[in-house]
């Protein structure tokens, strides 16, 4: 058995940062080796967005990992701690989410999450499932346990309170409900990313304090975009979301460095940690080159999100267009009511979709990835005509062009 646990343990450690304790992961896996009896690990998701991207599935992997070693995973959506809002990682009181927006960003996550986790065997859970039933003296009573001084040891709360940033009294609910979550469901391991660690401690506290046996926690690292240097997110333009088109998607992990790819073939893949080292080692010595390395992590990434067929005809278009310089097959087409005769590259990016704000416009235009007709403008001031001519090809980045038309009403 010693053996089998040593290979779990190997399985289940690849890519995390903290396990604590391993000792104790190790006593529960053999634990439920022996009695039959799977292990409780939950995830918790606030929904703060309507989409998920390759970011969020690096925990999502990890539960796919319990789920086939046949433990019991919990994809828990935090519908009650929604209505705090996460303050983790913020510098400032994050605003609330009403209800309804709480209710459209569950229903695309039960969508997206069954392309990674077996449907059958996760179970969907909402911590207003228990949240919600707590009176005022369960809230005092639970606030009773965990000290000021302890909410103070997190990194953002403290930097916060040095800086005499304010800190509503309400967030520091959050940790202590996210805690409450783990002692409602009897976990054995709970995950999350590193900033989630704080939160998942408390976890283990409030377990102890509730004379329960403490959960094991297990953080997995932030993955950065396709910038290298931010962590993955909708906002700053640098992401890649699960339900990304196969064409979109190969285009965009192509456009990641040769060093970041290792970080994707280690968290965004099932393959072992041995098996990425010997592929670098080949890249390395020059038996296989860079870019058929990223080619190989696209085509495995897309298959897994969408098939093999269609991860075959992206890398097709892939080489057809940046290797050969040819347009794509398909340009999509824009129709845009223009504000007058001209109208500012920022605002046009925006109103393409080709941008999801004016800043992040503006930075693909200083950044020089900007394109129209095949010209790269800089100038954020640059005006477009939109009189006296049929339309207009706007290329941003490497893999996006369209193809834009002006209203003319």
């Given at each position: 058995?010693?053996?089998?646990i040593?290979?779990?343990?190997?399985?289940?450690?690849?890519?995390?940062?903290?396990v604590?304790?391993?000792?104790?992961?190790?006593?529960k896996?053999?634990k439920?080796?022996?009695?039959?009896?799977?292990?409780?690990?939950?995830?918790?998701?606030d929904?703060?967005?309507?989409?998920l991207?390759l970011?969020?599935?690096?925990?999502?992997r990890?539960?796919?990992?319990?789920?086939q070693?046949?433990h019991?995973?919990?994809?828990?959506?935090g519908?009650?701690?929604?209505l705090i809002g996460d303050?983790?990682?913020?510098?400032?009181?994050?605003?609330?989410?009403?209800?309804?927006?709480?209710?459209?960003?569950?229903?695309?996550?039960?969508?997206?999450?069954?392309?990674?986790?077996?449907?059958?065997a996760?179970?969907?859970?909402?911590?207003?499932?228990?949240?919600?039933?707590?009176?005022?003296a369960?809230w005092?009573?639970?606030?009773?346990?965990?000290?000021?001084a302890?909410?103070?040891?997190?990194?953002?709360?403290?930097?916060?309170?040095?800086n005499?940033?304010?800190?509503?009294?309400?967030?520091?609910?959050?940790?202590?409900a996210?805690?409450?979550?783990?002692?409602?469901l009897?976990?054995?391991?709970?995950?999350g990313g590193?900033?989630?660690l704080?939160n998942?401690?408390?976890?283990?506290?409030?377990?102890?304090?509730?004379?329960?046996?403490?959960?094991?926690?297990?953080t997995?690292?932030?993955?950065?975009?396709?910038?290298?240097?931010?962590?993955?997110?909708?906002?700053?333009g640098?992401?890649?979301a699960?339900?990304?088109?196969?064409?979109?998607?190969f285009?965009?992990?192509?456009?990641i460095?040769?060093d970041?790819?290792w970080?994707?073939?280690?968290?965004?893949?099932?393959?072992?940690?041995?098996?990425?080292?010997?592929?670098?080692?080949?890249?390395?010595?020059?038996t296989?080159?860079?870019?058929?390395?990223?080619?190989?992590?696209?085509a495995?990434?897309?298959?897994?999100f969408h098939?093999?067929?269609?991860?075959?005809e992206?890398?097709?278009?892939?080489?057809r267009?940046f290797?050969?310089?040819?347009?794509?097959?398909?340009?999509?087409?824009?129709?845009?009511?223009?504000?007058?005769?001209?109208?500012?590259?920022?605002?046009?990016?925006v109103?393409?979709?080709?941008?999801?704000s004016n800043?992040e416009?503006?930075?693909?235009?200083?950044?020089?990835g900007?394109k129209?007709?095949?010209?790269?403008l800089?100038?954020?001031?640059?005006?477009?005509p939109?009189?006296?001519?049929a339309?207009?090809l706007?290329?941003?980045?490497?893999r996006?062009?369209?193809?834009?038309?002006?209203?003319k009403?």
């Amino acid at each position: 058995m010693s053996s089998e646990i040593d290979d779990q343990l190997s399985y289940l450690m690849k890519g995390c940062v903290d396990v604590v304790p391993a000792e104790q992961l190790a006593e529960k896996l053999r634990k439920s080796r022996k009695t039959g009896k799977p292990l409780v690990v939950k995830v918790g998701f606030d929904p703060s967005a309507p989409d998920l991207h390759l970011g969020h599935t690096v925990v999502i992997r990890k539960m796919r990992h319990f789920q086939q070693l046949g433990h019991r995973v919990i994809f828990l959506i935090g519908d009650f701690t929604g209505l705090i809002g996460d303050p983790t990682g913020k510098k400032s009181t994050r605003p609330q989410l009403s209800p309804e927006e709480i209710e459209a960003n569950a229903a695309t996550y039960r969508r997206q999450i069954f392309r990674l986790l077996d449907a059958d065997a996760t179970i969907i859970d909402f911590n207003s499932r228990w949240l919600g039933k707590l009176t005022s003296a369960d809230w005092i009573r639970l606030a009773a346990k965990v000290t000021v001084a302890q909410m103070l040891e997190r990194d953002d709360f403290r930097t916060r309170y040095e800086n005499q940033q304010p800190i509503a009294l309400h967030e520091f609910l959050y940790p202590l409900a996210q805690a409450y979550d783990s002692v409602a469901l009897a976990v054995d391991v709970e995950l999350g990313g590193t900033d989630q660690l704080f939160n998942l401690l408390v976890g283990r506290h409030l377990m102890r304090e509730h004379g329960m046996d403490p959960q094991v926690v297990m953080t997995l690292p932030l993955l950065e975009g396709l910038d290298g240097v931010e962590k993955m997110s909708k906002s700053l333009g640098n992401y890649v979301a699960v339900e990304d088109d196969p064409t979109d998607m190969f285009g965009k992990l192509m456009s990641i460095s040769d060093d970041l790819m290792w970080k994707y073939w280690l968290l965004l893949t099932d393959r072992s940690a041995e098996e990425i080292d010997a592929e670098r080692d080949k890249v390395i010595d020059g038996t296989v080159h860079p870019m058929d390395a990223k080619k190989a992590l696209a085509a495995t990434i897309v298959t897994e999100f969408h098939s093999a067929d269609a991860a075959e005809e992206a890398r097709r278009e892939f080489e057809r267009v940046f290797s050969s310089g040819h347009l794509p097959q398909e340009i999509p087409e824009v129709v845009v009511d223009p504000p007058g005769e001209a109208m500012l590259l920022s605002k046009l990016l925006v109103a393409a979709g080709l941008a999801t704000s004016n800043s992040e416009a503006r930075r693909l235009i200083e950044q020089g990835g900007v394109k129209i007709e095949g010209e790269a403008l800089r100038d954020v001031k640059s005006e477009i005509p939109t009189t006296g001519t049929a339309s207009i090809l706007i290329q941003v980045g490497k893999r996006r062009f369209t193809r834009v038309s002006f209203s003319k009403d």
